[in-house]
């Protein structure tokens, strides 16, 4: 069983940078894939970014691309979402989420964290 806690979410001004990090247990290989989700009031959950643990490719939204950077660290078990150029519509609560497929694809994440809030002003 794999569990997920995010942490880093906070308040920060428009075109300022946050650094999420989410710390995963439970993991029995090196082969999987992370990603980030965020979700605001009354909109969908959307998609923002993933990465294949092994490789390190990765895949992120048209929304955030040149801005968010998605990294891990496997020693730690950690993933990271660097935020630079925030901007208000970046406001959201942000999950990490892990599946178990190495296959890059942005639907098969099957265990989240609980989320942290991310908060742009302007």
């Known amino acids: 069983q794999v569990q997920l806690v995010e942490s880093g979410g906070g308040l920060v001004q428009a075109g300022g940078s946050l650094r999420l990090s989410c710390v995963a247990s439970?993991?029995?290989?090196?082969?999987?894939?992370m990603g980030w989700f965020r979700r605001s009031p009354g909109k969908e959950r959307e998609f923002v970014a993933a990465?294949?643990?092994?490789?390190?490719?990765?895949d992120y939204a048209n929304s955030v691309k040149g801005r968010f950077t998605i990294s891990r660290d496997s020693a730690k078990n950690a993933l990271y979402l660097q935020m630079n150029s925030l901007k208000p519509e970046d406001t959201a609560v942000y999950y990490c989420?892990?599946?178990?497929?190495?296959?890059?694809?942005?639907?098969?994440?099957?265990?989240w964290g609980q989320g942290t809030q991310v908060t742009v002003s302007s």
């Open positions: 989420a892990y599946q178990r497929s190495p296959t890059m694809n942005r639907t098969g994440f099957s265990s």
């Open positions: 990465i294949l643990w092994n490789a390190g490719t990765t």
């Open positions: 439970g993991l029995t290989s090196k082969w999987f894939t």
